[in-house]
Nanobody, 124 residues
Framework: QVQLLESGGGLVQAGGSLRLSCAAS????????MAWYRQAPGKEREFVAA????????YYTDSVKGRFTISRDNAKNTATLQMNSLKPDDTAVYYC?????????????????WGKGTLVTVSS
């Protein structure tokens, strides 16, 4: 069973940076694509970024392009989301997810495993 554990959330002022990490069990991490989703209060969970299991492909939702960077370290079984130039609209619970179908990484129903989330709050 895959276990995903997010860390790195917190409170930051607008324009600041945070780095989220997701630690996964070794067996499944290296065979799954990794993604970050977020859910703001009163809103649906939305896709943020994804990286293929080999790491050669990445994809971002338009609102974070140029500000967020997703990466993975297969030797350490971790995925990270570097978030720069944060805005109040980025405030949400951020979830790490893993799944085997690249065509489905933007669809929360297409991801097979989820962490419990970490809260990011951006103050204005």
């Amino acid at each position: 069973q895959v276990q995903l554990l997010e860390s790195g959330g917190g409170l930051v002022q607008a324009g600041g940076s945070l780095r989220l990490s997701c630690a996964a069990s070794r067996h499944t991490f290296t065979s799954n694509h990794m993604a970050w989703y977020r859910q703001a209060p009163g809103k649906e969970r939305e896709f943020v970024a994804a990286i293929s299991w080999i790491g050669g492909s990445t994809y971002y939702t338009d609102s974070v392009k140029g500000r967020f960077t997703i990466s993975r370290d297969n030797a350490k079984n971790t995925a990270t989301l570097q978030m720069n130039s944060l805005k109040p609209d980025d405030t949400a619970v951020y979830y790490c997810a893993a799944g085997g179908r690249w065509s489905m990484v933007m669809n929360p129903n297409g991801m097979d495993y989820w962490g419990k989330g970490t809260l990011v709050t951006v103050s204005s």
